[in-house]
């Protein structure tokens, strides 16, 4: 079963407007990460955050987790029709040492130019 | 830089067929390597992992097989193909941050 959850399911936006995904999950982690799929592609890695961070940020994109509500938040701003893809979290839990990730369903973004 | 080539790309198999999808890792030694399915451009399902050459771990029961003959190389197998084997099936390495091949579309007829 997949730990993460993310919602809304899809997303429709217009261009510049700010895009967020929020990711829940139900075990304790070590680490959250957010990748992107544009369709039929593979994943790429967008930011990993720690269980001991509350936010981070990469160029447009920001980052936070509440630990205690078990959950995460992707914030794209000033988004662009490029940033059309899927979205997921992934999560690492205690033990895993090697790297095992459990993925959400993903979130569908689609911004329109 | 690390790059993860798999192939081939897009394949159309018939029910009953065997299945060989290839997956070589660049720019790492060593890397975790995992096999992933996803559905319906959804969910990722871990398939396998594998922590070094010729250690394999499966995480779901299934029809398919994974061998790791050399250090950057990671094959997933089937002798016998069904119509529930079809997806999208990603090969990805892990030092750090997992990083993905571009993936096999995989369709059994």
């Known amino acids: 079963s997949q730990q993460g959850e993310e919602d809304p399911q899809a997303l429709s936006i217009q261009e510049g407007e700010n895009a967020t995904m929020n990711c829940s999950y139900k075990?304790?982690?070590?680490?959250l990460q957010w990748y992107r799929q544009n369709s039929g592609r593979g994943l790429v890695h967008l930011i990993l955050?720690?269980?001991?961070?509350r936010e981070k940020h990469s160029g447009r994109l920001r980052v936070t987790l509440d630990t205690s509500k078990k959950s995460s938040s992707l914030l794209i701003t000033a988004s662009r029709a490029a940033d059309t893809a899927s979205y997921f979290c992934?999560?690492?839990?205690?033990?895993?040492?090697?790297?095992?990730?459990?993925f959400g369903q993903g979130t569908i973004l689609t911004v329109h130019p | 830089s690390q790059t993860i080539h798999q192939w081939p790309a897009t394949l159309v198999q018939p029910v009953g067929s065997p299945l060989s999808l290839e997956c070589t890792v660049e720019g790492t030694s060593n890397p975790n390597l995992y096999w992933y399915r996803q559905a319906a451009g959804r969910g990722l399902q871990l398939l396998f992992y594998?922590?070094?050459?010729?250690?394999i771990s499966s995480e779901v029961p299934q029809n398919l097989s994974a061998s790791r003959p050399q250090d950057r190389q990671f094959i997933l197998s089937s002798k016998k193909l069904l119509l529930s084997d079809s997806g999208f099936y990603l090969c990805?390495?892990?030092?750090?941050?997992?990083?993905f091949g571009p993936g096999t579309r995989l369709t059994v007829l």
């Open positions: 955050i720690r269980s001991n961070e």
């Open positions: 594998s922590v070094g050459i010729g250690q």
């Open positions: 992934a999560t690492v839990s205690p033990g895993t040492s090697y790297g095992k990730l459990t």
């Open positions: 990805a390495a892990f030092p750090n941050e997992q990083f």
């Open positions: 075990t304790s982690i070590n680490n």
